[in-house]
């Protein structure tokens, strides 16, 4: 059974940092890709950055200052947040896609950019 926890979010001021992680099971290498979205309140689920064998992207939005990085023998994806304003607020969810093309997903971890 593949289960993905989430942990590291919080209350940060605007210009603040975060790192969240996201640790699952079975071992990440099972997976095809692995990702962070994030949901905003009366908003659409967006994704904000993706990791692969081949590389990985992020949203416009956050280009320059998230970064995604996974460590294999941890099990654990990361998403490094910094410069972070309001408009990051959301509750942002890990992902995981599957050697068959299913999709994966955390129970999702709060973050609030507020001064």
């Known amino acids: 059974q593949v289960q993905l926890v989430e942990s590291g979010g919080g209350l940060v001021q605007p210009g603040g940092s975060l790192r969240l992680s996201c640790t699952a099971s079975?071992?990440?290498?099972?997976?095809?890709?692995m990702g962070w979205y994030r949901q905003a309140p009366g908003k659409q689920r967006e994704l904000v950055a993706g990791?692969?064998?081949?590389?990985?992207t992020y949203a416009d939005s956050v280009k320059g200052r998230f970064t995604i990085s996974r460590d294999n023998a941890k099990n654990t994806v990361y998403l490094q947040m910094n410069s972070l304003t309001p408009e990051d607020t959301a509750v942002y969810y890990c992902?995981?896609?599957?050697?068959?093309?299913?999709?994966?997903w955390g129970q999702g971890t709060q973050v609030t950019v507020s001064s």
């Open positions: 992902h995981a896609q599957g050697g068959r093309g299913q999709d994966y």
């Open positions: 990791i692969t064998s081949g590389g990985s």
């Open positions: 079975p071992r990440i290498f099972s997976f095809n890709a």
